[in-house]
């Protein structure tokens, strides 16, 4: 039967308006979908209010019609009351979905996609972009609720696309070409203009730009590219915030400057480099000019002024005499550059043992603050001088006895026998308990070590009084034949020669009593007498000993008592002896 497209058209409009003749019911309806889902024939999902059924794939439809009413971003939790279904069924529709479709993504409980995460990297190049020229991924989350691994899997993979073109992303910043360019000219033009040494910060703040910000890491960063290629001449010297540029005009002037103080003066200072920003000046010289110079603790010196000095040193030797170091060196160097210059040169480090030594060989160092070079035969000379002169004065009468070399200290062994002794009484009397014997040791030994120390300085400071004064009357003898030499250097070397002076003037003071003493048979007869009476006391004091031993139990105690009566007067008339030979007179 062929009928055409009108004819067709008519008799489906009539079937449709023929009303039919058997009719389902609601109940008939429900018990046909219960069989049917209990024969698994088809699958369906009960609505909340239970009068609708939906299927897994309509509910799908309806996610994505939904999504497309809300311009693709949309809650999971606001489906629910949208969809009248159970939110487990919907959670179970959007995890299938996001599986299966590449184009939707679940973000934090929202459904995101493809076209609506499109028109935020639009909104981004049209305003953001275009308004200030960079914006922080930080403020594209705040702005659009979205989180910083979103943002940045949006920016990094619409930019040149959505976002414009020539668009980069430093960090978590995004910036426009334009904007990198204009800060690349900015960056050029200031500091082609320095012409000194200035901190990179201070260059920043100049274009009220702070480093933290994203124009000042983009700054930064842009620093650095243009000085890895070449562009800036110059050089950063530090990191961060101590970061100091120094353009190439001025390393220029300062290195000019530097070989021409080193040719003239023979010496550079660490300090002037630091004021410089020669960051390690003493790495640099050394670097610099080598072998040629020598590194001190402050300065660095050439060889030449190390030769004069070795040369005059070497001269110093041979004339027997002395020299002044400090007008040979630069004022700017310090008492232990000085030295250790000094101890460079081989003419003092052959003969000499430095700084502080008795004087081996040829040359000895003298002085702290004003160093003076002195031959060890002009040391010889001025000991011999002195000898000379004390022996005149003593064979005229008007040399008077010095102070020995050393004053002997007060002996405290006795005091310290009789603390024993007594310590020992106590321990062994009646009534008394060990606590108490303990503490009557302690404050023993205490008083006795204060009693020491005591002793101690009563007798250093007369001992350093003679001293002083012998070095003052010293230096006034000695200044009247060695005129020439400066009075700090006289007393560096009556300090120095003190124990041979001494010895000197002792010894002229015994020669001049000696030869004034008569040579007569009562000498001779004195010495007899002492003999006599020293084998005496010897005998003596050798059978109190025997004695002592043949009694262990006091022979400790016997040994004591005899050394303080048969030893003590042998010593004493030994004593008595030298005195009067002497013609030593004791108060």
């Not at 005591?454 to 001293?467: I, V």
């Not at 230096?475 to 034949?481: A, H, I, L, Q, Y």
Request: hydrophobic share 40%.
């Amino acid at each position: 039967m062929d009928l055409s497209l009108e004819e067709l058209q008519a008799a489906f409009r009539q079937a449709q308006q023929q009303e039919s003749t058997q009719r389902l019911s609601e109940r008939n309806c429900v018990e046909l979908m219960l069989k049917l889902i209990e024969l698994g024939l088809v699958d369906v999902i009960y609505t909340l209010s239970g009068k609708e059924y939906v299927t897994p794939k309509q509910l799908e439809r309806e996610v994505y019609d939904e999504l497309l009413q809300h311009r693709g971003r949309l809650n999971v939790l606001e489906l629910q009351p949208l969809l009248n279904v159970d939110l487990t069924y919907v959670e179970r529709c959007v995890d299938q979905m996001v599986r299966r479709d590449k184009q939707v993504q679940l973000c934090d409980g929202e459904l995101l996609t493809s076209y609506y995460l499109d028109s935020v990297a639009e909104e981004i190049n049209e305003t953001l972009l275009a308004d200030a020229g960079h914006v922080s991924l930080e403020a594209l989350g705040r702005r659009f609720n979205l989180t910083s691994d979103v943002i940045q899997q949006l920016v990094v993979r619409r930019l040149g696309r959505q976002i414009q073109a020539g668009a980069h992303l430093d960090g978590d910043t995004l910036y426009t070409a334009r904007f990198v360019e204009r800060t690349r000219g900015l960056l050029r033009g200031a500091f082609a203009a320095i012409t000194t040494p200035t901190p990179v910060a201070a260059v920043f703040a100049a274009q009220q730009v702070s480093a933290g910000d994203a124009q000042g890491r983009l700054l930064q960063s842009t620093l650095d590219d243009m000085l890895a290629d070449g562009l800036l001449p110059g050089t950063i010297h530090g990191r961060r915030d101590r970061a100091v540029y120094i353009p190439a005009v001025f390393a220029a002037g300062r290195q000019a400057w530097l070989e021409a103080f080193f040719a003239q003066n023979g010496y550079v200072d660490y300090a002037a480099l630091e004021r410089l920003q020669w960051a390690q000046p003493r790495a640099v010289l050394e670097q610099q000019f080598g072998a040629t110079g020598l590194a001190l603790p402050t300065c660095f010196v050439s060889r030449r002024l190390q030769t004069q000095l070795d040369s005059l040193i070497a001269d110093t030797i041979s004339a027997a005499s002395w020299v002044d170091i400090a007008p040979l060196v630069p004022p700017a160097l310090t008492p232990e550059d000085v030295f250790m210059l000094l101890q460079a040169c081989p003419s003092v480090t052959a003969k000499s043992g430095g700084k502080g030594s008795s004087g081996r060989g040829g040359c000895q160092l003298l002085g702290e603050e004003h160093v003076y070079a002195v031959s060890r035969a002009f040391l010889d000379s001025t000991v011999e001088r002195y000898d000379a002169h004390v022996t005149q004065l003593a064979k005229l009468g008007k040399l008077a006895p010095g102070p020995s070399t050393s004053r002997p200290e007060p002996s405290t062994e006795d005091n310290d026998d009789d603390a024993a002794s007594a310590g020992g009484r106590g321990g062994r009397a009646r009534g008394k308990t060990k606590g108490s014997a303990a503490a009557k040791k302690d404050d023993d030994k205490s008083r006795r070590a204060g009693g020491k120390k005591q002793q101690q300085a009563a007798a250093d400071k007369p001992a350093e009084t003679d001293r002083e004064q012998f070095v003052k009357q010293a230096v006034d003898e000695m200044r009247s034949w060695l005129s020439e030499c400066p009075d700090d250097l006289l007393e560096l070397l009556v300090r120095l020669l003190r124990p041979q002076l001494l010895a000197a003037r002792d010894a002229a003071v015994r020669a001049a009593a000696v030869s004034q003493q008569p040579d007569s048979g009562g000498r001779k007869q004195r010495d007899a007498q002492l003999l006599e009476r020293l084998n005496s006391l010897y005998g003596l004091l050798q059978l109190a000993l025997k004695a002592a031993a043949a009694v262990p139990a006091e022979a400790a105690q016997l040994e004591r008592h005899s050394l303080r009566t048969l030893g003590a007067e042998l010593v004493n008339a030994l004593l008595e002896y030298l005195l009067a030979s002497f013609n030593v007179t004791t108060p």
